[in-house]
């Protein structure tokens, strides 16, 4: 007897893990604070501010921000709850563009490749903090040059991500109680990373594993999956804590870091605005189908 097609969707459908939800409200909304709030805040903005014009640069950003930040911001949580997939898989909608979903992952995952270098810079210094003397309050260190004096280091570190490591350090030795405020300074660090660190590694994750079948269908092949890549990019950042890594991690991190996300926040909205949804427009109307044996919806036209 022919086996029926659909009931053997359906019965591939219940075999699969199902795909992770929200546990509620709450938990959405502190995971995409702690995805938002990172790092950056604490040692790229201030250092764009002073590269930029200092506090006049803060007119054109609140400006950007309210015009095209948090409008793209919002359109690109609507697309992804709407369609529960994720960055490569979505753009199922609109095959033309899917490799505009691959340049998010790659651009996404290296760099989450140097926020991992700096939680760990980050972990040091919260675990050498907790001494009743700073070890940067002093010279005399084996790690000292003949130019260790307070002045210097503010002259060298400020227009660089020396910032974090360097002038906060040195301006909490300033401070009463040094240590205290050290160690909470630098765990604030590491929670600021870790949050963003979680939700960068998982849009690589969650989005290869979407386009792997053969992993997707599997618990203990994600776990492998996982624990292999996890591997694999702790290799990779070992590259910017050598002798010269530092010249390694300024260039992911100018290069990385900027330019490749306005380019893809511009193609997306092409992509999303302009195209599919002028396209949609002009069809007999739009459906929501089910994507494959995902288990997602996205939206699709009728032909």
């Known amino acids: 007897m022919e086996r029926d097609p659909a009931s053997t969707d359906n019965q591939s459908q219940k075999d699969e893990p199902a795909r992770g939800n929200w546990g509620g409200q709450l938990e959405f909304i502190l995971t995409c604070v702690g995805y938002a709030v990172g790092l950056g805040n604490v040692w790229r903005f201030p250092y764009l501010c002073y590269k930029n014009g200092g506090g006049a640069f ?19 949580l609507a697309f992804g709850q709407f ?59 084996e790690w000292n040059t003949a130019l260790c004096t307070t002045t210097e280091q503010f002259r060298n570190y400020t227009m660089s991500p020396g910032l974090v490591f360097v002038v906060y350090p040195e301006a909490l030795t300033q401070m ?6 050290s160690v909470l300074f630098f765990f604030m660090l590491m929670t600021l990373g870790f949050s963003s660190e979680f939700s960068i590694m998982e849009c690589f994750f969650s989005s290869v594993i979407d386009e792997l079948d ?58 999303i605005q302009f195209i599919y949804v002028k396209a949609g427009s ?12 995902r288990g997602g919806r996205y939206p699709d036209f009728e032909t």
Not at 107 to 136: C, D, H, K, R
Not at 227 to 240: D, E, P
Request: hydrophobic content about 55%.
């Open 83 to 141: 369609a529960s997939l994720g960055p490569i898989a979505i753009w199922t909608v609109n095959p033309l563009f899917k490799g505009l979903g691959y340049s998010m992952v790659i651009t996404n995952t290296v760099i989450g490749l140097y926020y991992n270098v700096i939680i760990a810079w980050t972990i040091y210094y919260f675990f050498a903090s907790m001494t009743s003397e700073l070890p940067w309050q002093e010279c005399g260190h």
């Open 176 to 181: 009463p109680l040094p240590p205290v405020w």
């Open 58 to 76: 803060l007119v054109p950003y609140f400006v950007v921000l309210a015009i095209i930040g948090l409008p793209l911001f919002f359109m690109e």
């Open 214 to 271: 053969f992993v997707r269908k599997s618990a203990q092949r994600k776990v492998i999956f996982r624990a292999v890549f996890c591997f694999v990019f702790f290799l990779i950042g070992l590259s910017m804590i050598t002798n010269s890594g530092f010249y390694v991690f300024n260039i992911v991190d100018a290069f990385v870091g900027g330019f490749p996300l306005l380019f893809v926040g511009l193609l997306e909205t092409i992509a």
């Open 282 to 293: 002009s069809s007999e109307g739009l459906t929501a189908n089910q994507y494959g044996d």
